[in-house]
């Protein structure tokens, strides 16, 4: 019965670390894709980088996508049904973002998107 414990209590902790890691990750990607961003806005004028309500609501953007990508089964990722799913949210996400920046963002944004 001990032995029994014992694995559950190690199968628990495996998969609680699992998640904590994965979680760890997704936040990594998140902020880097966030300081991308900023620097894409800021390159011509600093006043441009994102407020702390954009980045909020960019980083439950961003976490969707990320959620997206990572819950797509590998049979999917290996036929052309992934890519144009993956097309598809990307464009949404881009949108998405687009939608939240200030017209001065945008322009600046554009311009460096168009580099």
């Known amino acids: ?3 029994q414990k014992t694995i559950m209590s190690l199968l628990f902790f495996i998969i ?4 904590v ?3 760890k990750d997704i936040d990594s990607q998140i902020n880097d894709l966030i300081k991308e961003d900023n620097i ?8 441009l980088k994102l407020s702390e309500e954009q980045e909020v ?8 996508l990320i959620v997206f990508k990572n819950e797509t089964s590998k049979s999917k990722k290996k036929k052309g049904v992934y890519k144009k799913a993956l097309t598809s949210k990307l ?3 881009m949108q998405e973002k687009k939608d939240l920046f200030t017209p001065k963002q945008l322009a600046a944004y554009d311009a460096y998107d168009a580099k």
């Open 1 to 3: 019965m001990n032995l």
């Open 16 to 19: 609680t670390s699992s998640a």
């Open 21 to 23: 890691f994965a979680q």
């Open 40 to 47: 894409m806005l800021t390159e011509t004028d600093k006043s």
């Open 57 to 64: 609501k960019i980083k439950e953007i961003y976490r969707a």
């Open 91 to 93: 464009m949404e996400t």
